[in-house]
């Protein structure tokens, strides 16, 4: 059921997030990962133009002589799948690149919202939990990986997956953008992935309207440079407003796997722990 509340908010986050860019004192965080969008793009981009004819080419061949017909309208769809997967491919790897100063813009800009410190870390503690933010991103791509390929399957199905596929892949690429850059500020505070993906789950209208206008954003040139520290900027704010606090007191945000026993959620210098008599001790 689509929540036109959420969607409101989404919209509000989204621009939101290209405010706080600006702000002083977090330009140095925003700096940084443009730059290496800059560089991962141009390869990117580069080589998808070098190889775009011949992947066409190879796309339509599975397409049957008696569909010839329809040869226009399957070559728009099979390059809209094209760019979709380019796009998943970027997003990735932009990912892995940035996890560890996308992680310091999520926190910078949250200590400014609330006021309260998250971690107390020199630079030397930073690069030490790099292993940690990257094995986060593995963690989204062991998730999204086997969605993909199913996807990108499905679009070889002569005129069902061309038509079928890419609204699939773009709803999914949407979920998976609210989860890429929401991710930077649960993981500041150690939730899991799994608590992470059910909590924006209880919010899924709000989520993909979210991951849907960065997904736009990202085609646009010159807009897709800045996009990144946009996206996280407006994810932090979104989980100071919707799950910060309930995530510290509600059950309701617990992992899929579903646990008796009692749920601890750390955020800022403050812990709280909820037993599953309801009762909650700080």
Not at 41 to 56: K, V
Not at 161 to 170: D, E, N, S, Y
Not at 242 to 259: I, V, W
């Amino acid at each position: 059921m689509i929540n036109q509340q959420e969607i409101k908010s989404a919209f509000h986050y989204f621009v939101m997030g290209w405010h706080f860019i600006t702000q002083k004192g977090l330009r140095r965080f925003v700096v940084m990962p443009i730059v290496m969008n800059v560089i991962l793009l141009s390869g990117l981009f580069w080589l998808f133009i070098s190889q775009i004819g011949d992947i066409i080419d190879w796309m339509m061949s599975f397409v049957p002589d008696w569909l010839g017909f329809l040869g226009v309208i399957l070559l728009a769809l099979s390059i809209v799948m094209i760019l979709l997967l380019f796009y998943f491919t970027f997003t990735t790897l932009s990912g892995f690149i940035a996890a560890p100063f996308n992680g310091l813009l999520a926190e910078k800009l949250e200590k400014m919202l609330t006021g309260e410190l998250i971690n107390d870390d020199t630079w030397l503690d930073v690069l030490k939990d790099v292993p940690r933010m990257l094995h986060r991103e593995w963690q989204k791509l062991l998730y999204s990986l086997p969605k993909i390929i199913a996807l990108f399957l499905l679009g070889f199905i002569p005129l069902v997956g061309q038509i079928v596929a890419p609204p699939l892949t773009f709803l999914f690429t949407a979920w998976m953008m609210a989860i890429q850059y929401c991710d930077y500020p649960f993981d500041n505070h150690k939730v899991s992935f799994d608590v992470m993906r059910t909590a924006l789950g209880e919010r899924r209208t709000q989520s993909l309207t979210f991951g849907g206008l960065v997904t736009c954003c990202t085609f646009l040139p010159i807009v897709n440079l800045l996009i990144i520290p946009v996206a996280v900027c407006g994810a932090t704010l979104m989980w100071v407003e919707n799950y910060r606090d309930k995530l510290r007191f509600d059950m309701n945000f617990q992992s899929p796997r579903g646990s008796s026993a009692t749920e601890v959620a750390t955020c800022g210098n403050e812990t709280a722990v909820r037993a599953p008599n309801g009762q909650s001790v700080k």
